[in-house]
């Protein structure tokens, strides 16, 4: 997810004045869950307002704005989900969309015009002009089965990662979403993209290297032309699979698992990597206790982020549950969220504001809170 882009959600967006206009006849679900807290900040979660719902990707363009995309399992297969909040997810609604095929990844240009992008039997991108009241279908790039990343610098103009199939490629339009010119292709063997992370014409992926027997290691790929070429970043040998990637003021951290394995979430550690120079070069930095796969990290700060995933109990076999954790150094310490693990494991986290982020995963939406001191430095 052209100069000055910025980067509006994860591969995984705004929505104004869209809880006002759908309270009347939507459900409004609120802080129904008890907030739980410690050093690393509070969390405070709940259902999702509709059902059998499986959020893939939290976005938000404003201090209160967000939006949440998924799933919603139908007779025909899979259908697009969207939940809105205004208030930096004390409250959400559920936005009327239809469409079929599933959500993984939201951005938005500003308050009121959103893209949001996924796939079923074919590629989905749907598009909102009023802060997600109303959706419609454009084409996705042609040749892509599954679109499965998305940044948008501006109303008009967003970058994607797609794959028909054998490898990912970027596109890019400058209408909308009307019409697509197919730009760069990604690294030669390079899987897994879920989000992608732009500013100005640098743009980053976090994704995997695929090994044999359905194992990969660790990947970053990068474009520094607007996605007209890509190439892989330099990722210490060894590095599990990565999920995410988040940069603030040229410092980027990316997340992922110590667990080689591609085809399963296994009790593992999970992998923190840090980078000063925009993505160019990484380094292994300090992993959070607790969450044993992170899978979504956003920054607020250069130094306030979070990271979220799936952490472990202790019984036999062990049972993944939710998990967040924060920093307030940028990356050097982490501290969990005392309490923070949820019974849905969390897909995403977007951090609109330097105090609080929004999550989403499962069928759960959450509040955190970051710790005082990563605020504002």
Known sequence: MSGGRARRGRGRGRAAGIAAALAFSLPVVGATLPAVGGAGGTVTARPV????????????????????????????????????????????????????????????ADRRHCMAVGGGATAVVLTTADGGRRWKAVAAPAGAATVSAVDCASAADCLVLATGGAGYWSASTTDGGRVWQRTGTLPVGFGGPTSVNCAGATCMSAGYQSLTGAKGTGAVARTADGGRTWSAAAVPAGTGPLHDVACESGRCLAV?????????????????????????????????????????????????????????????????????????????TWRPVAGGRLASGLAD?????????????????????????GRGR
């Not at 259908?79 to 930096?88: L, N």
Request: proline share 8%; with cysteine; hydrophobic share 45%.
């Open 349 to 373: 986290v977007a951090c609109p504001a330097a105090s609080a982020c929004v999550a989403g995963g499962g069928d759960l939406l959450a509040r955190v809170t970051l710790p005082s001191a």
């Open 256 to 332: 992922g698992t110590s667990s080689p394995n591609l085809a399963d979430v296994t009790p593992a550690p999970s992998v923190v990597l840090h980078s000063a120079d925009g993505g160019q070069t990484w380094a292994g930095a300090a992993a959070p206790a607790g969450v044993g796969d992170a899978v979504g990290v956003a920054c607020a700060t250069a130094l306030g982020c979070a990271t979220v995933g799936t952490g472990w109990t202790s019984t036999d076999p062990p049972a993944p549950v939710g998990a967040v954790a924060t920093t307030a150094d940028g990356g050097r």
């Open 49 to 108: 307002p509709g059902t059998s719902e499986a959020i893939r990707a939290v976005a938000c363009g404003s201090a209160a704005d967000c939006l949440a995309v998924g799933s919603t399992p139908t007779a025909f297969g899979p259908e697009a989900v969207v939940d809105a909040t205004t208030d930096a997810g004390v409250t959400w609604v559920a936005a009327p969309v239809k469409g079929e095929g599933g959500l993984v990844a939201v951005a938005c």
